[in-house]
């Protein structure tokens, strides 16, 4: 509904709005273009013309759905404390805008993960195996001694091809629809 929630906000049809921003999606979590950018990009390419207030209205729309995406439940924060106190490794890999970033030293996970691997800096993202490479180089571990945790498809297929311990999660605080189970072979918490 965020993107939903945009569209309103600069007078779009919703459907056309979402289908034109999912076609920068790859430009985004590469870090080659900006969100307040493809903001823009999308509205003249609907003939609009939003004013600026609008537009920065959007992007803070998106920055605080980030924000709020950065503030865990609390049993994730109790479980990633917990890996902490018994000395685990704990690395993230994002498929991501530049918001998160930017909002991520302010985070409530920013002390809890070692290493964040934000697609946006570093110009790739999951399932590109050199993701999952240098997340595993940067905590000095082979990717066979990893869990590998995900609430999508697509990055555990790519994450266990490189022989980590691929994981899904199904939690509707994630995602609103589950995955089916029968579409994933591998382990579900």
């Not at 571990?141 to 266990?160: Q, T, Y």
Request: hydrophobic share 40%; glycine share 6%.
């Amino acid at each position: 509904p965020m993107m939903v929630e945009v569209a309103a906000l600069v007078s779009a049809d919703k459907d056309r709005f979402i289908s034109l921003w999912n076609g920068y999606s790859d430009e985004l979590f590469t870090g080659n273009r900006e969100v307040k950018e493809c903001i823009d990009f999308v509205c003249k390419e609907m003939g609009l013309a939003p004013v600026e207030g609008r537009l920065a209205d959007a992007y803070k729309i998106m920055t605080d759905r980030v924000r709020l995406k950065l503030d865990p439940p609390a049993d994730t924060l109790t479980f990633l404390s917990y890996l902490n106190t018994r000395n685990y490794l704990i690395g993230l890999i994002s498929n991501c805008s530049n918001e998160v970033p930017v909002l991520w030293e302010d985070s409530r996970l920013a002390p809890m993960i070692e290493k964040p691997v934000f697609s946006c800096s570093v110009g790739l993202k999951k399932p590109d195996p050199r993701i999952y490479l240098l997340a595993t180089g940067q905590l000095g571990v082979k990717p066979g001694e990893c869990f590998f945790v995900d609430d999508n498809l697509e990055p555990l297929e790519g994450a266990a091809k490189l022989g980590m311990s691929a994981v899904l999660i199904q939690d509707s605080r994630l995602n609103k629809t589950l995955i089916d189970a029968d579409a994933w072979s591998g382990h579900i918490i």
